[in-house]
């Protein structure tokens, strides 16, 4: 029981040290990914440290390489969840944004269809996830065209096998 305190403690410390960071600095400068992939390794390594140095002072902190590894095996995998959601809700997804005008239209008897197509448009929707591609390294702009960087094909064929190890066919 102790051992999962201690990795709530040091994902609890990493997501407050995140949010403080949000507040510091203006957000989408630079790669929120990297920040938050740096700030929980700092976090993760420093609280590794702290309890090896302590461990014998303190009976509740991992002691031996086994209690570091369930340290880790659990800490990697909130650190990957918050990662996924914080990408995910940091743009407006189409669900969220249809969600969303229906709840406000619902003082108002509901949401007919045709406003939910008045703000499902490209500037609302495409735009902004090509020119986060685009700020992310994925796309370029040459030529009057979209053209795939190297880091775009990487992380494409990530997905590609995330959608075959799912058998999920992809569309288009």
């Known amino acids: 029981m102790a051992i999962l305190f201690f990795c709530i403690s040091l994902a609890a410390i990493a997501i407050i040290l995140h949010l403080i960071s949000l507040k510091i600095k203006i957000p ?11 700030i929980f390794l700092i976090v993760l390594i420093s609280g590794l440290a702290l309890a090896y ?3 014998k002072r303190y009976a509740f902190l991992p002691n031996n390489l086994w209690q570091y590894a369930q340290v880790v ?4 995998p909130v650190m990957l969840s918050y990662i996924i959601n914080y ?17 406000q239209m619902e003082k108002k008897g509901g949401c ?3 406003k939910i197509k008045s703000i499902i ?5 495409i735009w902004p996830r090509i020119n986060t591609m685009i700020k992310d390294g994925w796309i370029e702009y040459r030529d009057n065209k979209y053209q795939i960087t190297e880091r775009g094909k990487t992380y494409n064929k990530i997905f590609a096998l995330g959608l075959k190890l799912l058998n999920i066919k992809r569309e288009g």
């Open 73 to 76: 095996i659990f800490y990697v």
């Open 28 to 38: 989408r400068q630079g790669n929120p990914v990297k920040d938050i992939l740096s």
């Open 112 to 114: 007919s269809c045709d």
């Open 87 to 103: 990408v995910a809700l940091e743009d407006d997804s189409p669900t969220m944004t249809i969600v969303g005008l229906i709840e």
């Open 121 to 125: 448009s490209d500037e609302a929707l």
């Open 53 to 55: 140095f302590l461990s």
